[in-house]
Structures are given as structure tokens and as C-alpha cells.
């Protein structure tokens, strides 16, 4: 139960701005209030653009923006118990994944710190043609522009992160829109990069109404990329309508794992009952749909379930719990309606399907067809499906049989097996004898099909928010 309410200003040049207008902030959990923010429109979004351009008259060198980054990354560090706290409180987390991604943060900032400090063109071997020779070429990596980013509910700071982070690698002043229901962590973040030494202007937080804002950022030519991460459907039509940004989309998946006969089951269960469940599924790259290979199809359930079941539902706030609540009630309804689709399929509930409390159990799911909504579209809640296969080829045949493409896993001890899988996997990343939910801040994360179309992790971030200029030279 969130204890104490936070009230927080915009950040706007620097200052932090009241509106008049607040936007509550209510826990997923029982309701109560958490804080509340001031609340931006079209004029605030614009004030911020005009900061942010001001800011970018005046570079930052990389060895101040890396010092910075640095100062951050100390501080979240330091200061984890209560950034934890926050991101329980607005976004329902448990506190055991709440740490985890206060603790995550550090390393984002700390990898973007590192970024910046190498972050360099390249020389180009000019002589390799006969056009070339008697001349010297390189590239700079000139910082995009201003930069738009939109951030979802499931990581609010760890995905604020992985966008304003590399921006400031990159040398780019940024307007970020959080998501509604949780905007505190973001803002608490923006305070530890004002108190860490960033100049005015080049962070500027508006919190509101998802359409005026997002039309400002679309709409106005200072904005050079937009990174959002959050719903396909949303993010798509972002790039659709701004057609002269770059935008840079991470979106959702319908997470596929293989296990296979050969592989090690007890390590397999213990992983994919900690990786379907946390924070209640509402993660893009949460195990939603588990193929086994025939022959070990009840073995595996004899692990899993168990483990399933030893998962402590309840308040986010406790320590012990693992599963906590959905983001709203409307989405745990939706699940519900989900399972329903699954069963009037033919779709039998091994485990969970029902409430304790207001909350969904977490729930497997066995034998839904292929055309189910939990087998194709994105579950975002506490369940998990599991299907037999007989071979590889069909496994790989059904992971692929969704228009997502995030990240996808396989358990098996054959060399050949996983790197077969590895290159017949349509996702941006495959995962062998691992959850498909492990994800390291450093790695270049994000999908292919319907998931998205960029890399992040700050050096693959920072590669899009710079522009490469060719520099010539007549010797
Ligand atoms: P969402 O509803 O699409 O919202 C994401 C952000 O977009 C929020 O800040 C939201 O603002 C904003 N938004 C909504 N409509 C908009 C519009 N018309 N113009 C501009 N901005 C708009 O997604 P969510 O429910 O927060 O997040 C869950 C989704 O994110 C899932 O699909 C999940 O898989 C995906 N996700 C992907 C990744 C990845 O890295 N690939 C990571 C995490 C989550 P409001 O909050 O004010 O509505």
C-alpha cells in the first residue's frame, strides 16, 4: 500500500512548472493515491521544444555529458531503496522486480556513460579507389536534433532510461512524455539528472494527454526522431503520420519459448515459472507461449507447475510477493476474456484462471489453438500457454506463427538444435538455455515484424540519434 503522496512539477528550461492542472497518479494495487503531477498540454509541449533548441545552441562536450551520465548512475545507486519504492507504488511492480529494474538503470547509465566517452566516426580509406587518392576522409557523429520520446507504464524508469540516457551520449536535448499512469518515476529521475550538473533545456518532462502532446512532437519540425516504446498499434501510427522524423519503435511481443526433450527440464521449469509471472506478465518479453517436445511434455509439467503454484500473489509493496496486480482492472478483465476465447476453443486451465483477491492467479494454459488470442496477440498479463511438439521444425513452425518478433528462446543441449532455431527464429533476438525475458542494458534489444524496427541499448540508441557527416579533405 503506497504510504506517502508525491507531488511533482514539469520540467520545463530548467524549471520545474506548475500548470494549475494536476494528473493523478493511483495505485494499480487498491486505488489509493500516489502522487500527482501537473498536467501539460499543446503550449507546455511547445515551451518545451523551445527550451531544448536553446539548449542545443550550446553543446555539452562528451566529457561533461559522460560526467553527468556518471553522477546519475551513483546516484540511482545509492538511492535504490526509494526509486524501487516509487516504481512499486505507480506502477504495481513487486518490489523484488521493482529493485531489479532500479538496479538495471545503474547500468544503463553507466553503459551510456561509456558511449559517450567513445563516441567517434570513422576513417575512411580513401585511396581504395582512384577517385580517392590525394584526399583524407572521416565521419563525424553529429547529435540528431531534439529529440521525442514516449515512454510506457511497465519500466518507468529503466525505459525512460534507454531513451534520455543515450540522448544525452549523443549530445540531443529531449522532450519526454511518460506514460500516464506512471510519470513519478521519470520525474525522479529527471531531479537526478538536474542535481548531477544537466544544463537547462536539455531534459524537459510534459505529463498529459497522450494525443495533444504526441501531435506537438509529430507535428513540429525541431523534433528529429521519435523513440517510443510501448503498443504496436500506437507506435505504428506514430511513424505513419510523421513521415519526415526518424522514429524508432519498440513494441510489444507474444514471447515464444522452445524446450526441447534434450534439454536440462529442472533449470528450464525454474526459469520459464519465474520469467511468465513477473510483474504479472506485464512485460514485452514475458514467456507467454512454451512449446515441449512430446516425450518430455509431462515431465516439464511436473516441474513447472509446481513452481507456478509456489508463486505468492498480493500486495506489490511486500517483498515476498511475485505476482502483483494488472495495470487496471479493464486489462485483468481482458485477460479473463482471454482465457475464455482460449477454452471455448478447446483449451483446458492447468493452473490459475481464477481471482484471490482482485487478482489474476498466475495461469497456464494447455492445449489452445493456434488461432487463440493467447497463441498469437500479445497476453500482457499472468498467463503462460504450453503445447506439445514432435519436431523441431513444427516448434519453430508455431514460436514464428505470430506477427511479433521481439525476442524468442530455446532449452536444448544440442549445439546444432539451438543454432538451427537461432537462425530460423524470426526475432531480433533468440535466447539458448535461457528465459526469453533476459535482457542485459548493454545489449542491442528489439524486433523485427510488428515488434519494431530499431535497436536499443545505449550504443545501438546513440548510433540512431546521431547523424553520420562526411568530412573531405584535399590533401
Ligand atoms: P501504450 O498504451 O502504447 O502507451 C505507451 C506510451 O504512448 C504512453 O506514454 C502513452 O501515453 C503514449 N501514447 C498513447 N497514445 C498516444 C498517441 N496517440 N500519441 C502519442 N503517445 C501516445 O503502451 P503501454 O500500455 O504503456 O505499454 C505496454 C506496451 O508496451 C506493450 O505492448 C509492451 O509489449 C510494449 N513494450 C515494449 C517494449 C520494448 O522494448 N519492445 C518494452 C516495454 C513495453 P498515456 O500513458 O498518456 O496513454
Redesign the pocket.
Known amino acids: 500500500m503506497a504510504t506517502t503522496a508525491t507531488e511533482r512539477r514539469l520540467l520545463i528550461g530548467g524549471e520545474w512548472v506548475e500548470t494549475g492542472e494536476w494528473v493523478e497518479v493511483e495505485s494499480p494495487y487498491d486505488g489509493s493515491l500516489v502522487g500527482r503531477v501537473a498536467k501539460a498540454g499543446a503550449a507546455e509541449t511547445r515551451q518545451a521544444l523551445d527550451a531544448a533548441e536553446a539548449a542545443m545552441r550550446e553543446p555539452i562536450p562528451a566529457h561533461e555529458r559522460a560526467t553527468i551520465l556518471d553522477k546519475v548512475a551513483t546516484q540511482l545507486g545509492e538511492r535504490t531503496d526509494e526509486i524501487a519504492r516509487t516504481i512499486s507504488a505507480e506502477a504495481g511492480k513487486p518490489m523484488k522486480a521493482a529493485r531489479v529494474e532500479a538496479a538495471r538503470a545503474v547500468s544503463t547509465y553507466t553503459m551510456a556513460a561509456v558511449e559517450a566517452r567513445r563516441l567517434a566516426g570513422d576513417a575512411i580509406p580513401m585511396d581504395a579507389s582512384p577517385a580517392g587518392v590525394g584526399k583524407l576522409a572521416l565521419t563525424l557523429r553529429v547529435p540528431i536534433g531534439i529529440v521525442g520520446a514516449?515512454?510506457?507504464?511497465?519500466?518507468p524508469l529503466n525505459?525512460v532510461a534507454h531513451k534520455i540516457a543515450p540522448a544525452l551520449a549523443a549530445g540531443c536535448a529531449v522532450v519526454l512524455?511518460?506514460?500516464?499512469?506512471t510519470p513519478l518515476s521519470a520525474l525522479l529521475l529527471a531531479e537526478l539528472e538536474t542535481e548531477a550538473g544537466l544544463p537547462a533545456g536539455w531534459l524537459n518532462v510534459v505529463c498529459?494527454?497522450?494525443?495533444e502532446?504526441?501531435?506537438v512532437?509529430?507535428s513540429d519540425e525541431r523534433v528529429k526522431l521519435i523513440t517510443?516504446?510501448?503498443?504496436?498499434?500506437?507506435?505504428w501510427?506514430?511513424r505513419e503520420r510523421a513521415a519526415h522524423k526518424r522514429v524508432n519503435l519498440?513494441?510489444?511481443?507474444a514471447t515464444p519459448v522452445i524446450v526441447a526433450a534434450d534439454a536440462d527440464l529442472e533449470d528450464a521449469a525454474a526459469r520459464l515459472a519465474a520469467n511468465a509471472f513477473s510483474f504479472a506478465g506485464?512485460?514485452?518479453?514475458s514467456v507467454q507461449r512454451i512449446y515441449v517436445e512430446r516425450e518430455s511434455y509431462d515431465a516439464f509439467l511436473e516441474l513447472f507447475l509446481p513452481r507456478v503454484e509456489a508463486l505468492r500473489v498480493g500486495d506489490p509493496a511486500d517483498e515476498e510477493t511475485d505476482v502483483g496486480p494488472l495495470?487496471a482492472e479493464a486489462e485483468r478483465d481482458r485477460v479473463l476474456s482471454w482465457i475464455e476465447d482460449a477454452t471455448s476453443r478447446g483449451a483446458r486451465v492447468l493452473s490459475g484462471g481464477t481471482l484471490d483477491g482482485e487478482l489474476l492467479r498466475p495461469t497456464v494454459v494447455a492445449g489452445a489453438s493456434p488461432d487463440a488470442l493467447v497463441s498469437c496477440e500479445?497476453v500482457?498479463g499472468p498467463l503462460c500457454t504450453v503445447t506439445p511438439y514432435d519436431t523441431l521444425e513444427e516448434a519453430i513452425a508455431l514460436a514464428n506463427g505470430t506477427r511479433f518478433g521481439?525476442q524468442a528462446g530455446v532449452f536444448t543441449s544440442d549445439l546444432k538444435s539451438a543454432l538451427r532455431a537461432a537462425g530460423e527464429l524470426e526475432f531480433g533476438g533468440v535466447t539458448v538455455n535461457e528465459a526469453p525475458t533476459f535482457r542485459a542494458d548493454q545489449m542491442p534489444?528489439?524486433?523485427v515484424k510488428d515488434?519494431?524496427n530499431t535497436r536499443?541499448g545505449p550504443a545501438y540508441a546513440i548510433r540512431e540519434m546521431t547523424e553520420e557527416r562526411l568530412v573531405v579533405l584535399q590533401l
Open positions: 514516449i515512454s510506457p507504464f511497465n519500466f525505459l512524455k511518460p506514460a500516464s499512469q498529459g494527454p497522450a494525443g502532446i504526441g501531435d512532437l509529430v517510443f516504446t510501448g503498443s504496436a498499434p500506437v507506435g501510427k506514430l519498440e513494441l510489444g511481443n506485464q512485460s514485452c518479453i495495470i500479445e500482457f521481439l534489444y528489439g524486433g515488434s519494431g536499443e
